[in-house]
């Protein structure tokens, strides 16, 4: 088993755990019946879980509710229908019911594997004390500025400038939409986001309010105005802590599991062709 399909395997395994526990707090109330067989909430959680967060939200009303319980009734008629006319008894579905019989004891095992996994605060901190650099903002920069299309242009804006504020010249004439409603913010960014011409010039301005000189990019002519430096500095623990305890969990995880599946393979015999 490769290591990157392993990291899958334990990614499909922790989303089926999420949903494992969200099934355990479901209500066996029953809400509809077809033939003697009843339809409870739980199955209907069930069937809506892997459709994600929009299925569960449509579920939520009365009138998704409604087609989701139909959608259900009309799976159970079906499969009433595949029973009597001796469907279940093919090879195609005994060898699918079986592949899905493994899968369910496999996820049954490894959620047993990991059941006392922990992760303490202790834990989480000793990782964040020993990786300093994993926790480091760069240093960014606030920045506005003008885009303009044509030299003819850049020499009118130019002049604007100078009887003009920045902010009232980029609405008037910047042809970035996104940024000229707003006076030509960009907001704050690092190294590394911008087109390299216009990253070496705006990192280049020193102090707030300093004006670059026109910058060439692929976009067009760009001045661009330091609003402020951001220096680098280290995120707080209790920033990340949540964040930190999810990585290692994620790492504990896929580690016992793996050192599971090792020794499951030793114990039994495994072949490859």
Partial sequence: MTKKFFAVLIFIFILSCAAYGAEA??????????????????????????????AMMMYATEQGRKMIIDDIIT?????????????DKTPEFISALESTKRA???QSAMRKQIEE??????????????????????????????????DEMLAKVQEELKVKSFDVVAKEYSIDTGSAVNGGDLGEFPRGVMVPEFEKAAFALKNPGDVSEPVKTQFGWHIIKLEARIPESKMAFEDVKTQIIQELK????????????????????????
Avoid: W
Avoid at 250 to 273: C, G, I, M
């Fill in 25 to 54: 707090e479901t209500g066996d109330k029953v809400l509809a019946r077809v033939g003697s067989s009843d339809i409870t909430e739980r199955e209907v959680i069930e069937f809506i879980q892997p459709f994600g967060q929009q």
């Fill in 75 to 87: 799976m159970r008629l079906y499969a009433l229908d595949a029973e009597a006319n001796g469907l």
């Fill in 104 to 106: 369910m004891l496999a």
């Fill in 117 to 150: 996994l922990t992760v303490t605060d202790e834990d989480a901190k000793k990782f964040y004390d020993e990786n300093p650099t994993l926790f480091v903002q760069p240093e960014k920069i606030h920045a506005r500025h003008i885009l303009v299309s044509g």
């Fill in 250 to 273: 994620e790492r504990k995880t896929q580690e016992v599991l793996q050192n599971k599946a090792k020794e499951l393979e030793n114990k039994y015999k495994v072949e490859r062709f």
